[in-house]
């Protein structure tokens, strides 16, 4: 466990987050009095701990998740994933989970959904998992259909038409991030916190190196040079049309000299 959790502070430091040796301490000192197996009490005690500013709290849910949501494998790679159902039946329960709103129900079938469509099969290896293929496969965008088709057949006023847009929104997306939150657990499982870690946190934006940001430079001048040129041309437009108004201090003492 103490091993497990230097190399969890080592991570928040890569990714951005200052942890200070007091810190550590003072969580280890704190997930004394709580019990490891529960969860939730074990991971308020080490972010009461350890984190600073809210900012910093994406970084800190993302590796925790890697570095104490999982356990070191001792099994097969090449388990069975096969439930004894098809797709269509798995899509059904998850419409029926996403209508319900049941949070137990979608993280259930996150699960089984990447454990049945998430194993790269060109993988040498057999423990990468991929959420792009478990999305691919469940084609969300058809189940987002349904929800327009039945919108159309209830008798429902526009501002309660968008409501349950939005609501169903983000049960979708919390879906999405029940399953990427399993494949990252599956992978780290087998490959360690680490290899996850590396590509699957990103750093404090404050700690990112702005001047090296190339794409980001380039969009933002792409964004800039039509704002400036509307701007110069505003301001020449201005200058011509005006006859009297502010003193042209330079061209008054150049003319006077």
């Known amino acids: 466990m103490l091993d497990r959790f230097l190399e969890f502070s080592d991570a928040l430091r890569s990714a951005g987050v200052p942890v200070s040796t007091s810190e550590q301490t003072d969580a280890i000192t704190a997930i004394r009095h709580v019990d490891p197996s529960h969860r939730g009490s074990f991971k308020a005690a080490v972010a009461a701990a350890m984190i600073k500013s809210e900012s910093h709290r994406p970084q800190f ?10 356990v070191p494998s001792e099994a097969p790679h090449h388990q069975p994933d096969d439930t004894g159902r098809d797709r269509n039946e798995l899509v059904r329960d998850l419409v029926d989970a996403l209508f319900a709103g049941d949070a137990v129900a979608l993280g259930e079938l996150a699960r089984e959904a990447v454990a049945r469509f998430g194993r790269l099969q060109n ?83 404050e700690e990112l190196p702005f001047l090296s940001a190339t794409a980001d430079l380039t969009e933002m001048r792409k964004a800039i040079r039509p704002l400036a040129r509307k701007l110069a041309v505003r301001v020449a437009m201005k200058r011509r049309r005006s006859t009297r108004g502010t003193l042209d201090i330079r061209r008054t003492v150049r003319h006077a000299m």
Do not use: C, H, K
Request: glycine residues 4%; without cysteine; aromatic residues 10%.
């Open 61 to 70: 849910d993302a590796l925790f998740d890697l570095y104490f949501g999982t």
């Open 123 to 205: 993988s040498p290896s057999g423990d990468w998992y991929s959420n792009y293929q478990v999305m691919r496969a469940l084609d969300l965008d058809s189940i987002a259909d349904l929800l327009e088709a039945t919108l159309e057949e209830a008798d429902l006023s526009p501002l309660e038409e968008r409501l349950a847009r939005d609501e169903f929104a983000r049960r979708v997306a919390e879906f999405r991030a029940m399953a990427l939150a399993d494949t990252r657990r599956r992978v780290a499982a087998q490959r360690g916190p680490a290899a996850v870690a590396r590509y699957a946190v990103n750093p404090v934006l």
